[in-house]
């Protein structure tokens, strides 16, 4: 029962603040001394799925950078979090500090060298170089929470696979991938939710042309329509919950490693 | 010392180790080792933990690579080829099911990775799991089994690929001791069906013993003795061995043929040597009498400790101000702190090494 309401609480506390946001998106006007607004509207919504507002094509080049990213991502910080977390070599310790400079470092110090390479590169303002510079949040979280995956993880496994006859690859998609998946989710979420959200990096390096929702959401917050602001703004959550949904999903399957571990 | 078999039989499985060298950053895991294993034998790999058992047992499975040394089944060269095709299943002490598959999916593991299908997979599989009686337990997942059951699972996953060798890298020592019983006469029966060859790594010496043709012991990377379990109990080569096996009783004679004098006794044993020795009996093979008869080995002795183990009552005998030695002889028969008695050691029963003033640097349990 005690739990019941504590958990009631936790819910009503971390959703009450988007109340006001949901009355905004369907008010048209709420002002002092209005308890609730007068007259309700559609209007906001409607203009949000038009291609005026650009709210539409925000989304769709957020998802695909942060999809991109994340898979990017995967890739680098699925072999790296191995190596860390399995084997010992020399400068271990060294290279996992290293690899935190990034998420130490304000990218507001960073950011000039980085324009200044990208613009050389050609990358200043495409889809591409917004895309490297989310990697650099990205790949420090996805490695870490791999490495401590990887460290949890019994590469006995993978012996007892391989004795068994299954080659390298099979042991990797029948045995490693299956068993480490609970991880490879909360890496992935991390890595999605920070590109979704990443507003600064895409700023700059976007230069304008590359239009991610945190753009659309800036542009119309100097715009001052608090209605169409409230709306994006709960769009802007919608995917960031529904990952996390799925991934508690895919958790609540976790008999593998017993959690992921020290994450 | 290493003789190529042209026999036909050597068709049949039959695993050589040659001058297997091993070393982790400098430190010798491994030095030369040779070892052969007969087709259908089971032999024990014994010793103390970090003699090295366990890495010769990664080498033959292919997951450790040799320094140098060959490793050959059946007249096969396996240094260079992976483990998954050297067709040597491996059943580890933590049994390691893939807790995300059932345990019908895990018995049918090597079966997948070779292809077959799903059916003939299944069915093989359920007759494999009744072999190790865990008939009904294709669908549960690995994490509702005890260990025990855990280590059938594993067992019957390694079998089930019919490998030429089945290494068991101490299988039952997370068991209790109860359960290792019952799953040590499993193994037996399973080996006896299947006719495998197998190795067993362990640091047990009882379970080495009931388990095995052979074993070989070792210590600090290297082979003391490859024997069957009965000669390694009754001739061990040196103390060490003999230490390790369970031997208690130690002591110094000059030995004149099959005399062998020690404190002013002469001792008879079955075994010729000259010199100076190290003699040792085991401590079960001590005769404790009540009255004296004038016999060869027949000492007078006192009664200095008297411990009871449940199954055993083990005295401690003093024989000579020098000469103690440990008698464990059946609970039935008590003799008091003190008591006068006498010991008759069997000559067959005692054995001796050439004497070693340096002590083994090998810590023994």
């Known amino acids: 029962m005690l739990r019941k309401s504590f958990i009631i609480l936790v819910i009503v506390v971390l959703f009450l603040p988007f109340l006001p946001l949901v009355i905004w998106s369907f008010a048209q006007g709420w002002f002092f001394p209005q308890l609730i607004p007068n007259q309700w509207t559609l209007q906001h919504w409607l203009q949000l799925v038009s291609p005026t507002s650009r709210v539409i094509e925000g989304l769709l080049q957020s998802l695909a950078i942060a999809l991109i990213t994340t898979i990017l991502s995967l890739l680098v910080g699925l072999p790296a979090g191995r190596a860390i977390g399995v084997m010992e070599f020399p400068g271990k310790e060294a290279l996992k500090l290293f690899l935190l400079t990034p998420i130490i470092v304000s990218p507001l110090a960073t950011l000039m060298g980085i324009q200044f390479v990208l613009i050389r590169l050609g990358l200043n303002g495409t889809l591409l170089g917004v895309v490297l510079v989310h990697l650099m949040p990205t790949i420090p979280y996805m490695t870490l929470v791999l490495t401590s995956v990887f460290a949890n993880f019994d590469t006995g496994y993978e012996t007892q696979a391989r004795s068994l006859g299954a080659s390298p690859l099979q042991v990797l998609s029948q045995v490693t991938l299956p068993l480490i998946a609970p991880g490879i989710v909360v890496g992935a979420l991390f890595a999605f939710l920070i590109s979704w959200n990443e507003f600064l990096l895409t700023f700059f390096v976007g230069a304008g042309r590359v239009f991610t929702l945190p753009m659309v959401l800036f542009t119309l917050l100097q715009g001052g329509n608090n209605g169409l602001v409230a709306a994006v703004a709960i769009t802007s959550v919608i995917p960031g919950l529904l990952f996390l949904l799925l991934a508690s999903k895919a958790l609540e399957n976790d008999t593998a490693l017993g959690g992921f571990g020290n994450v | ?365």
Not at chain 2, 234 to 246: I, K, L, N, S, Y
Request: a neutral charge; glycine letters at 6%.
């Open chain 2, 1 to 365: 010392m290493y003789k190529c078999n042209t026999h036909p039989q050597s068709l049949r499985p039959h695993l050589h180790l040659q001058e297997l060298t091993k070393q982790f950053s400098g430190v010798t895991a491994v030095q030369s080792l040779w070892l052969e294993v007969q087709a259908g034998e089971i032999l024990a790999l014994l010793g103390p933990s970090g003699c090295g058992k366990s890495t010769t047992l990664q080498m033959i499975a292919g997951v450790v690579q040799p320094d140098s040394g060959t490793i050959t089944l059946n007249s096969q060269i396996l240094n260079r080829v992976p483990p998954e095709r050297r067709d040597i299943a491996l059943v580890l002490q933590r049994g390691l099911l893939f807790p995300h598959l059932t345990v019908g999916e895990n018995v049918a593991f090597g079966l997948k990775m070779r292809g077959v299908s799903r059916a003939e997979r299944d069915e093989k599989a359920i007759a494999m799991l009744r072999q190790v009686q865990l008939e009904g337990f294709a669908d549960r997942k690995p994490s509702e089994l005890s260990g025990g059951q855990a280590q059938r699972v594993a067992l019957a996953r390694s079998l089930i690929i019919h490998p030429k060798l089945l290494l068991l890298d101490e299988p039952l020592s997370a068991l209790d001791a109860n359960l290792r019983e019952e799953m040590q006469d499993l193994i037996l029966r399973l080996q006896a069906q299947t006719g495998v060859t197998m190795l067993i790594v362990t640091h047990d010496q009882a379970e080495a013993v009931v388990m095995s043709q052979r074993i070989a012991l070792m210590f600090e990377g290297c082979l003391r003795q490859v024997d069957t379990p009965e000669q390694i109990y009754r001739q061990p080569c040196d103390e060490t061995v003999a230490r390790f096996m369970g031997g208690v009783n130690f002591f110094a004679a000059e030995a004149h043929g099959r005399q062998w004098r020690s404190n002013d006794l002469t001792l008879l044993s079955e075994y010729d040597h000259d010199g100076c020795v190290q003699v040792t009996i085991r401590p079960e093979q001590i005769q404790v009498l009540a009255e004296g008869r004038s016999q060869a080995n027949t000492l007078p002795a006192t009664v200095i400790a008297n411990r009871f183990t449940g199954t055993q009552r083990r005295l401690t005998l003093a024989i000579a101000p020098e000469l103690t030695l440990q008698a464990w002889v059946t609970p039935t028969q008590d003799f008091r702190v003190g008591q006068s008695v006498w010991a008759y050691l069997p000559p067959s029963a005692l054995w001796c090494f050439p004497h070693r003033t340096v002590p083994y640097p090998v810590q023994v349990p």
